[in-house]
């Protein structure tokens, strides 16, 4: 049955973790929209406007800043509840990462999924409804959005995990640059002209000094390389200093609350608790 409001997400992948996950990208056309045979051609053309307007034509590399779960569970060394973990995301204090949106197969743009759950009881059942990709999506147990990235093996991603280097297997020291280079990807949006060709030549000359064959691998993974490469102008050192220290007040209002709402989770699970 067509809804109102349905709401069409895409597959991203983000820059320095290499997670994916879905984003929303507004309100789909009106699914009654697309009744007979003319209005289902219509109704298509209508969702191909969509996904060019949002997702860019074949090929495209922009590069989105967006709120990745993994380096936000990175960035905060925190470990709440997921209730609280997604609620932690939505408060506007989380860190936006470098990321792109993930294209199935070369020559086409990427493609859009409705949640054909979406109001009813339960997980959301994310499906294809626009392009070429998986006929459907996986998402862990998170509740954030990101997906569980085994199952998009078939679809030609690598689903290497992660392998941090060893000058960020402590929480602080990752923590710290997750918040760096979040606040590098964030100067070169407001500083460089071109942000995206800018983001995309530091990943590149990160895996170039990294010697890493075989397509890029995450920001992270190569961190000390990806420090060397920073493009750094006294410009963006000063702007980069100002999103950190925004960000470190933001935090610890955000904190507060995020540990009333622990606390509360808490107290209610050991008030229902028998023993």
């Known amino acids: 049955t067509g809804r109102m409001g349905d709401e069409g997400a895409a597959v991203y992948n983000c820059l320095l973790c290499d997670s994916y996950a879905l984003v929303i990208l507004g309100i789909l056309p009106d699914r009654k929209l697309a009744r007979g045979t003319k209005g289902r051609g219509a ?39 997921q209730v609280a973990q997604g609620e932690f995301l939505r408060q506007g204090v989380a860190v936006l990462t470098p990321s792109v949106l993930v294209s199935f197969e070369d020559g086409q743009p990427p493609p859009l999924y409705r949640d ?29 959005g990101r997906l569980h990235k085994p199952s998009l093996a078939p679809f030609g991603v690598d ?20 918040h760096e280079a979040c606040a590098f990807a964030e ?19 990160t895996g170039e000094r990294a010697g890493v064959t075989g397509g ?21 050192a000063r702007y980069m200093d100002e999103v950190v220290r925004e960000r470190m007040i ?11 709402v622990s606390n509360i989770l808490l107290a209610s699970n050991t008030s229902t608790r028998k023993f």
């Open 250 to 260: 933001r935090e610890l209002g955000a904190f507060d609350g995020l540990l009333a």
């Open 43 to 81: 109704y298509e053309d209508l969702l191909e406007e969509f996904q060019l307007a949002k997702c860019g034509g074949p090929g495209g590399t922009n590069v989105l800043m967006l709120a990745c779960p993994t380096c936000n569970a990175f960035a905060y060394r925190y470990e709440l509840d």
């Open 187 to 205: 100067a070169m949006h407001v500083e460089s002209e071109d942000p995206a060709a800018a983001l995309t030549r530091w990943r590149i000359a």
């Open 116 to 144: 054909e759950n979406a109001g009813g009881d339960g997980k959301p059942r994310w499906r294809l409804c626009r392009g070429v990709g998986p006929a459907g999506m996986e998402l862990d147990r998170s509740r954030t």
């Open 216 to 236: 890029p691998r995450p920001v992270l993974e190569n961190w000390g390389e990806a420090r060397a490469a920073m493009e750094v102008t006294d410009e963006t």
């Open 159 to 178: 689903v290497r995990p992660l392998t941090l280097p060893e000058q960020l297997q402590g929480p602080r020291e990752l923590s710290e640059a997750v």
